[in-house]
């Protein structure tokens, strides 16, 4: 099946520095990657759509100067959290889908833990 | 507005004893149902979905789902639970508008199974 990857699966972290997270689809293209925020106890909340080579649609309320999301190619999506601050410790999950299919269901990686100091 | 309820928090199953996980939607349009299992600190697992046909959708590790247009519900089921099946359960809607339309998640259910 396919497979979705994170990097780093967590990272701790000062405040006022910046984190970088990466996501792969493994063993296919992946046209749109989404990213999802999950806090404790809770459910996922979409924060952006990304298609590749183009920018990012971000959902109401995410701040896009913050949260930079990249997708440069059809395998590799980023999202960098800039000037991080404790209040943006969470689980950021990344969601890949392939082009074909007619349900195209999407594909989840492992997650990353950010903590921040 | 796609939505999805999970009106449940927390579902308690004695091991051996059948199991359900509600869910209910609401969109305008088809919907595609999909249901997602979480083990702590890990991503999302895909159990089943219904896209068309037959509603009752069979799906990993025995589970399977009824989706009920008239009642618009998308239940999770088992006849018989594992305590190894105790996770967090997300039901999930999709309505294709464009090829970007995201999943929508429910709030989640925690399943206990206890021996």
């Known amino acids: 099946g396919a497979v979705v990857s994170q990097h780093p699966s967590w990272v701790i972290c000062k405040s006022g520095t910046s984190v970088k997270i990466e996501c792969r689809s493994l063993?296919?293209?992946?046209?749109?990657m989404f990213w999802y925020r999950q806090f404790p106890k809770q459910s996922l909340m979409l924060m952006a759509t990304?298609?590749?080579?183009?920018?990012?649609?971000?959902e109401q309320g995410v701040e896009k100067d913050k949260f930079l999301i990249n997708h440069a190619s059809l395998t590799l999506s980023t999202l960098t959290v800039t000037s991080a601050h404790p209040e943006d410790s969470s689980f950021y999950i990344c969601?890949?889908?392939?082009?074909?299919?007619?349900?195209?269901?999407?594909?989840f990686g492992p997650g990353t833990r950010l903590t921040v100091l | 507005a796609q939505s999805v309820a999970q009106p449940e928090d927390q579902v308690n199953v004695a091991e051996g004893n059948p199991l359900t996980v509600k869910c209910t939607y609401s969109v305008s349009g088809n919907p595609y149902l999909f249901w997602y299992v979480q083990y702590p600190n890990r991503g999302l697992q895909f159990l089943l979905k219904?896209?068309?046909?037959?509603?009752l959708v069979k799906g990993s590790y025995g589970f399977e789902a009824e989706f009920n247009k008239s009642q618009t519900s998308f239940h999770l089921k088992k006849p018989s639970a594992l305590v190894s099946d105790s996770a967090l359960y997300f039901c999930?809607?999709?309505?294709?508008?464009?090829?970007?339309?995201?999943?929508?998640f429910g709030k989640g259910t925690r399943l206990s199974v206890i021996a």
């Open positions: 063993d296919f293209q992946a046209t749109t």
């Open positions: 990304s298609n590749e080579g183009s920018k990012a649609t971000y």
């Open positions: 999930a809607v999709r309505v294709i508008i464009s090829g970007n339309t995201p999943l929508v």
């Open positions: 969601s890949a889908r392939p082009p074909s299919g007619g349900a195209r269901e999407q594909f």
């Open positions: 219904y896209i068309t046909g037959d509603n």
